[in-house]
C-alpha cells in the first residue's frame, strides 16, 4: 500500500540555523501537505502542494514538490525556539476518498 | 472564524466500555474526517463524514462507528474498548469547493483505556 517515509527521524539544531527534511515514497502522490503538530495539540497545516516541481513558500518555510511525484522537501531557515514540534508529510490516498496517509514524522528540537 | 473544536480534551474508559468523542466542524466545512494517532506515530485514518454519510473508511474494525449531523458537526462512536484503543483522536475538516485534501485538524481528545 501507500506509504510515506520520513527522514531524518529527529533532529537536534543550533537556533539560527537552516533545516532540511524529506519525504519519499515509492507510490506517487498528487498532493503533497505539510503539518507541525506541537506536544498535547493537533497538526496544524502548513504548506499544501499540488503540482510536480512546485516550491512554496510560507515565511521561513518552503517547501517543494518533487518531479517525479514520489517526494517533497520542506526546509525551515534561520531556525528560532518556537519551530520546535514533530513536522509530518501527507498525501491523499488514490483509492480511499478522504483519506490522508501521513508519514511517521521528523521530530526538530531547537537549542537556544 | 471558528477552528475545528473536540470535546472532551481527556477521557480515561475501562476495557470493555464505550465511548463517544465529538467535533465541531471549522465555519463553512461541510466535511469531517476523523484519525487515531498513537504515541510516536502518524494519524492513521478511521473515516470521513460528507452530507451526513460515511465518504470513506480506513482499515479499522466496525466497533469504530460515526454519525455526522446536518450542522456539519460528528461523533466517533467506539465501542467495546480494547487497550490498543488507547490514543490521540483527531477530527478534522475540510471545505467543499477548497481542495478536500486541505484538512484542518482540532486539538484531539486523548482515550486512555485501562
Known amino acids: 500500500g501507500q506509504q510515506l517515509n520520513q527522514s531524518p527521524q529527529s533532529m537536534f539544531i543550533q537556533e539560527g540555523e537552516d533545516v532540511s527534511m524529506n519525504c519519499t515514497s515509492s507510490s506517487i502522490f498528487n498532493t503533497w501537505l505539510w503539518y507541525k503538530q506541537d506536544p498535547g495539540e493537533g497538526p496544524v497545516l502548513l504548506i499544501a502542494?499540488?503540482?510536480?516541481?512546485e516550491l512554496t513558500s510560507n515565511g521561513r518555510l518552503t517547501a517543494q514538490f518533487g518531479i517525479t511525484r514520489k517526494d517533497s522537501f520542506l526546509n525551515i531557515s534561520a531556525s528560532i525556539p518556537s519551530d520546535v514540534g514533530i513536522y509530518f508529510c501527507?498525501?491523499?490516498?488514490?483509492?480511499?476518498?478522504?483519506?490522508?496517509?501521513f508519514g511517521q514524522g521528523t521530530e526538530l528540537s531547537v537549542k537556544p | 472564524e471558528t477552528g475545528v473544536t473536540q470535546s472532551p480534551t481527556h477521557l480515561i474508559k475501562t476495557r470493555g466500555q464505550q465511548v463517544t468523542l465529538r467535533c465541531s466542524s471549522q465555519?463553512?466545512?461541510?466535511?469531517v474526517s476523523w484519525y487515531q494517532q498513537a504515541l510516536g506515530q502518524g494519524p492513521q485514518f478511521i473515516f470521513q463524514?460528507?452530507?451526513?454519510?460515511?465518504?470513506g473508511r480506513g482499515n479499522f474494525p466496525p466497533r469504530f462507528s460515526g454519525l455526522q449531523f446536518p450542522n456539519y458537526s460528528s461523533e466517533l462512536n467506539v465501542n467495546a474498548l480494547e487497550l490498543d484503543d488507547s490514543a490521540l483522536y483527531l477530527c478534522a475538516s475540510s471545505a467543499l469547493g477548497t481542495p478536500l485534501m486541505e484538512q484542518y485538524f482540532g486539538p484531539g481528545t486523548r482515550l486512555t483505556v485501562t
Open positions: 463524514y460528507y452530507r451526513e454519510e460515511e465518504n
Open positions: 502542494l499540488y503540482k510536480a516541481g
Open positions: 465555519s463553512g466545512h461541510n466535511t
Open positions: 501527507a498525501g491523499p490516498s488514490y483509492n480511499q476518498g478522504g483519506k490522508l496517509i
